[in-house]
């Protein structure tokens, strides 16, 4: 499962060696500057949108990789029937990231703290 860690000016994910390979996935580092949004999402694969690409897609059941869509660019590791982290982000590579961790809620207050 991807884990998310922050320091005072970045948030960084860590993906699963599974989904580095499946994703073609590497380790990532947003500035914090550049979040907008946090939610927890109740179900990670219905809040996917776009065409995967690259990635893995198992519909239903497992997403993992990028979905792109129109100006959006997303970094997607989610699980069937899993809450997920969507992080919405402006200025970066991404414009979200759509991630399956360890307790959502924790990380989101996590993130939005580290926001200030």
């Not at 500035?31 to 198992?58: F, K, N, T, W």
Request: net charge positive; glycine share 8%; aromatic share 2%.
């Amino acid at each position: 499962m991807t884990t998310i860690s922050l320091t005072r000016t970045s948030l960084r994910v860590h993906p699963t060696r599974s989904e580095k390979i499946l994703g073609l996935l590497r380790d990532t580092e947003v500035p914090l500057s550049a979040v907008r949004a946090v939610e927890v999402v109740p179900d990670g694969i219905a809040a996917a949108r776009g065409i995967r690409a690259p990635g893995l897609g198992i519909p239903g059941v497992r997403l993992v990789g990028t979905w792109r869509g129109r100006s959006r660019r997303a970094l997607v590791s989610v699980r069937r029937q899993r809450p997920a982290v969507h992080v919405r982000l402006e200025g970066d590579r991404w414009s979200e990231l759509l991630l399956d961790v360890d307790e959502p809620a924790s990380v989101a207050e996590r993130i939005r703290s580290a926001l200030g």
